[in-house]
């Protein structure tokens, strides 16, 4: 791929930070209270996120959930500037109606959407909308998908094209995104084929929250696609963790146990009902789920306080493993994955709206503090570095 994208690098000393909402009070931990859209909760739950510092949110998918789009619309007039990360399966609506779709949303909310593309990980999953292609050629149509999606936000001319998967003659939209450079794309996955298309196309590729050496290998794995589609800017890294803060080491540690023994207890069965039907009585078909299982299974505890037994309590069910500590703890851990090359860090707590605010006061200010420390310690060193010499003088 030869064109650019507008985020696909970020300055070596920032990150960004990405929470995740849903419509109604629910997790792991609690029983659902409230309607499944319960309207004041989400724009209490969104608002909270843009106070705390967010730079955007997710706003997830399923088969069974409540329509993308339609919450980000919502959360857009709740909020002033909090950014609206979309969770998007290609092959359930053209591409061509997926842009306008899109570009409607973000003329609306003042260029605030991306979108984070899932091409699937469980057939049974797919069928429930009616799709009844399997992994590979999923896979297959979604990098024929956001082909089409680039250009239909970026083509100030009619256009056609005829592929495998989609046909259409003399394109042109009438709307088209905010910024020239296009509406940013988020991939996720962590197979072989994952790291192909979202190499190809995506401006931050997401991963689950594995120990820093297998993040450093998928962070390989996803640039060397990204060189081979042809790529000369690289893609921003996205890791997700679920952090577990306490003001003293034993407070957290306490907390994270009690955690584990509510998710045991099965306070959370109806949470669970949803995410245990993208997985299937079998088990986890996606590959980053069964990666995180695989880390589960070497230990509790990896590197400075990446704590996967949450992951396995839960079967995987999505980004489950913790990192538990105080702030300070957490902070450092978070950076750590900075250092190996990821961009942006999407966090959310199994007490949602609570560690959210409490990430905003505790956590999220301490990652920039640092962040900032290094971007003026580096602008130091350069305008430190060695003086001219006089002209005409020995060197």
Same mark, same amino acid.
């Given at each position: 791929m030869t064109e650019q994208h507008s985020s696909a690098a970020r300055a070596p000393h920032s990150v960004e930070f990405i929470g995740m909402i849903g419509t109604q009070d629910s997790?792991?931990?609690r029983p659902p209270s409230g309607p499944q859209i319960d309207r004041a909760y989400t724009a209490?739950?969104?608002?909270?996120?843009?106070?705390?510092?967010?730079?955007r949110i997710?706003? #997830?998918?399923?088969?069974?959930?409540?329509?993308g789009a339609q919450v980000a619309a919502?959360?857009?007039?709740?909020?002033?500037?909090?950014g609206l990360l979309v969770a998007h399966r290609p092959g359930f609506i053209a591409p061509t109606l997926a842009a306008r779709s899109f570009a409607t949303l973000d003329q609306f909310t003042g260029g605030r959407v991306a979108v984070h593309t899932i091409t699937g990980g469980h057939d049974a999953?797919?069928?429930?909308?009616?799709?009844?292609?399997?992994?590979?050629?999923?896979?297959?149509?979604?990098?024929?998908?956001?082909?089409?999606?680039?250009?239909?936000?970026?083509?100030?001319?009619?256009?056609s094209h005829q592929g495998r998967h989609y046909r259409f003659e003399d394109y042109g939209s009438q709307v088209l995104p905010v910024h020239a450079s296009g509406i940013p794309l988020y991939f996720g996955g962590s197979?072989?084929?994952?790291?192909?298309?979202? #190499?190809k196309h995506a401006d931050t590729f997401a991963l689950w929250g594995e120990p820093l050496a297998e993040t450093a290998e998928q962070i390989a794995s996803v640039r060397a696609a990204a060189v081979a589609a042809g790529r000369t800017e690289l893609p921003g890294i996205s890791v997700s963790f679920r952090p577990i803060l306490a003001p003293t080491e034993e407070l957290a540690w306490e907390r994270a146990h009690r955690i584990l023994d509510t998710i045991k207890s099965g306070a959370g069965k109806p949470f669970f009902a949803e995410s245990r039907r993208h997985q299937g009585p079998e088990g986890p078909q996606n590959t980053g789920s069964q990666r995180l299982l695989a880390a589960a299974a070497k230990g509790d505890l990896h590197d400075r306080a990446l704590w996967t037994p949450t992951a396995s309590a839960t079967g995987a069910g999505g980004n489950t493993t913790a990192l538990v500590g105080t702030p300070e703890t957490v902070a450092q851990a978070l950076l750590d994955y900075v250092d190996i090359g990821v961009t942006t860090l999407l966090i959310r707590g199994y007490d949602p709206l609570d560690d959210a605010i409490d990430y905003g006061r505790h956590l999220l200010p301490l990652v920039r503090q640092e962040l900032a420390h290094r971007k003026a310690a580096a602008a130091a060193s350069v305008s430190d570095g060695p003086a001219l010499a006089p002209a005409g003088s020995a060197r």
């Open positions: 997790s792991e931990t209490r739950f969104a608002r909270a996120h843009e106070d705390a510092g967010f730079d997710l706003i #997830g998918y399923s088969s069974g959930r409540p329509d919502y959360v857009a007039a709740h909020t002033e500037r909090l999953e797919q069928r429930r909308d009616g799709d009844y292609l399997d992994k590979e050629e999923r896979y297959d149509r979604t990098d024929e998908y956001l082909s089409v999606l680039r250009r239909a936000w970026s083509s100030g001319e009619p256009f197979s072989e084929a994952a790291y192909r298309v979202g #190499g």
